[in-house]
């Protein structure tokens, strides 16, 4: 005779015995890494436009002043 339980109770279980448990220094590295590498990309992406937005620019600027 096979085992019947409920499926979403072995999962809820696996979950929780596979938990990752982390310390509160640990948790504040990871935002501070990910907030880090938000900001880089930010800034990687700002740097890489901005050429194409001063192109934009003075196009527009030029069709206003004719």
């Known amino acids: 005779m ?3 339980r409920d499926p979403a109770k072995i ?3 696996i979950k929780r015995k596979t938990r990752c448990k982390f310390s509160a220094e640990e ?3 990871i935002v501070l890494k990910g907030l880090h590498d938000k900001l880089a990309l ?3 992406l700002y740097w890489r436009e901005l050429p194409r937005y001063s192109e934009i620019r003075l ?3 030029s069709s206003l002043a004719t």
Do not use: D, F, M
């Open 2 to 4: 096979t085992n019947s």
């Open 11 to 13: 999962v809820r279980e």
């Open 27 to 29: 948790k504040i590295g």
């Open 42 to 44: 930010r800034s990687a």
């Open 59 to 61: 196009e527009v600027q």
